[in-house]
């Protein structure tokens, strides 16, 4: 009476029962399918021919470079062959590993500049794709071209007039200008240096000895001077430059200027010079990206 | 003798929530059946030897499913969804023309690293040299090289220039240097067959002509690392086997 009153309050406990459990079950089945277990740490994966400290070395690089050190395809080359070849391929990854744990990248220049160079390859590979069209080649030309010219040379004396300082101790900026647009006059007019020098109290500053070519006479000279002299030709007398350590009038006593090359007569060093002008910029580019998203801390009191 | 009573109603209701929940589950142990099937082929796929896929009918047919949507989203936008490619300079991948070697291990390690594309195991042991905008063949020799490559690939030529440009071909130009003395191309060097009257940047005498002139770089990505190399053997093995339908 007792058990026929218990199954008739509660007529689903046997059904509620197998539901659990086959929830349960299947849930398990379908978990334990769904979810392979952890990879065995002692089975190579597929795909790889070797696990080095849990760093696989790749099947594929294993052919290729079996097939290049014997020289023929893969199914030809014998046990000890590839044998040889996986032997060095995971010495190689063990010596990189080692070089990871001694934390070469941070210590030793070469491999930085190797880091370097390869990530710079990465980014500059998809310029050279990029074909320039004659245009573009021109106008680099164009814009580029005292790279194509042969070395000029010029022989120039250089005069200043000190502001201040002993020789001119009482003399302003604008008394400096005065005299030497006096100068200039004297100079054109057929007075000779040394009679500037004494007059005006001028002095050589000696910085362009003798002939000099271009380059090194625009390394002596500065920007400045060097741009008044570039325009000078044999004879002639530049206007007053002022600059740092007073005003400069130059003489200039032979000038050879230098000789333009025509596009058609360098085009290949053109090319080559633009690509590699793009991958510069490419490599900008790349720079300005990684500092975007980089955390920079310089020291307080330092540039970089 | 009065007639069994009817089950309760609510007793009715957990016996359909116990079949439903059954069923349920039979569906997702078969779900689940399939998934570890697929999972098997995909590590069955990777663990064969690449060149040896072809031999396992049921791993090609598994790579060219897992491989087509791959195809359609990473490679179509050159190579087009046909394989036939796109006419700017990616190779129709259903021709038996194979510039850096053919079978599922060489499309592999062209996928896996890329052409000319940074990766120092890339392909890219050299390019096309722009021979005319670096003035090294001047507007004739040019146009006479083509008329030689009509030659070569029996479309119509100018007899003399087809005979000065061989000339050019063979000394000025230094074409044979990569492109072999017979023009069949070297495949070590990527260098195409100039016979097979198959070009990658069109054929018409003015695209030779600017292959010539402008020189020719293609390059294609590397996939290492954005695809998984289950990913890119199915794909090797997708499209090595369009070449051979």
Same mark, same amino acid.
């Given at each position: 009476m007792r058990w026929s009153a218990a199954t008739s309050h509660r007529p689903a406990r046997p059904v509620v029962l197998a539901m659990v459990a086959a929830v349960v079950g299947l849930g398990a089945a379908g978990f334990g399918l769904l979810h392979p277990a952890h990879r065995d740490l002692a089975q190579v994966p597929p795909g790889d021919i070797a696990l080095v400290n849990q760093e696989p070395v790749l099947m594929s690089d294993f052919i290729s470079e079996t097939e290049q050190a014997n020289g023929v395809p893969f199914a030809q080359t014998t046990r000890a062959e590839r044998a040889a070849v996986l032997r060095r391929m995971i010495d190689e990854e063990l010596m990189v590993q080692r070089s990871l744990a001694l934390d070469l990248p941070e210590q030793d220049t070469d491999v930085r500049t190797a880091l370097s160079d390869g990530v710079t390859a990465l980014v500059t590979a998809p310029v050279l794709s990029d074909h320039p069209s004659d245009d573009q080649l021109r106008a680099f030309y164009a814009a580029?071209? !005292?790279?194509?010219a042969t070395q000029g040379s010029m022989a120039v004396t250089d005069l200043v007039l000190r502001? +201040? +300082?002993?020789?001119? !101790?009482?003399? #302003?900026p604008e008394q400096a200008m005065a005299d030497a647009a006096q100068a200039v006059y004297e100079l054109r007019s057929g007075a000779g240096i040394d009679f500037v020098k004494q007059h005006f109290a001028f002095s050589e500053t000696g910085k362009v000895t003798g002939e000099e070519p271009d380059f090194a006479a625009r390394l002596h000279l500065g920007p400045k001077l060097y741009a008044a002299a570039d325009k000078? #030709?044999? +004879?002639e007398v530049s206007e007053p430059v002022q600059d740092a350590d007073g005003v400069h009038v130059l003489v200039m006593q032979h000038r050879q200027p230098p000789v333009f090359t025509d596009y058609d007569g360098v085009r290949n060093n053109v090319y080559t010079d633009y690509v590699a002008a793009q991958k510069a910029q490419a490599k900008q580019d790349n720079l300005k990206f990684l500092r975007r998203g980089a955390q920079i801390l310089v020291a307080p009191g330092q540039d970089e | 003798m009065s007639e069994p009573l009817p089950a309760p109603p609510r007793r009715r209701l957990w016996i359909g929530l116990a079949v439903a929940v059954v069923a349920l589950g039979i569906g997702a142990v078969g779900y689940a059946l399939l998934q570890a099937h697929q999972a098997q082929l995909g590590a069955r796929l990777l663990a064969a030897m690449p060149d040896d896929v072809d031999k396992h009918p049921d791993l090609v047919r598994y790579a060219d499913a897992e491989a087509g949507p791959l195809f359609a989203k990473n490679c179509s936008g050159c190579h087009g969804l046909d394989l036939k490619g796109r006419g700017i300079g990616a190779p129709d991948l259903t021709d038996s023309i194979w510039l850096y070697g053919s079978g599922v291990f060489h499309i592999e390690r062209t996928i896996t690293y =890329? $052409?000319?594309? =940074?990766? *120092? *195991?890339?392909?890219? $042991?050299t390019e096309m040299p722009a021979f005319g905008q670096r003035g090294q063949l001047s507007d004739t020799d040019i146009k006479n090289i083509v008329q030689y490559l009509l030659q070569l690939n029996h479309r119509p030529y100018n007899d003399q220039a087809a005979f000065l440009g061989k000339q050019a071909y063979e000394t000025k130009g230094q074409c044979f240097d990569c492109h072999a003395g017979d023009a069949k191309g070297i495949i070590d060097y990527g260098a195409p067959d100039l016979t097979a009257n198959v070009w990658d940047f069109g054929g018409s005498p003015q695209d030779l002509y600017d292959s010539i002139y402008y020189g020719r770089h293609g390059i294609m990505p590397a996939w290492i690392g954005r695809l998984t190399p289950e990913q890119i053997r199915a794909l090797a093995v997708y499209v090595d086997t369009a070449s051979k339908r």
């Open positions: 580029h071209r !005292a790279n194509y502001i +201040g +300082g002993f020789e001119n !101790a009482d003399q #302003s000078l #030709s044999d +004879g | =890329g $052409i000319r594309s =940074g990766q *120092k *195991k890339a392909n890219d $042991i």
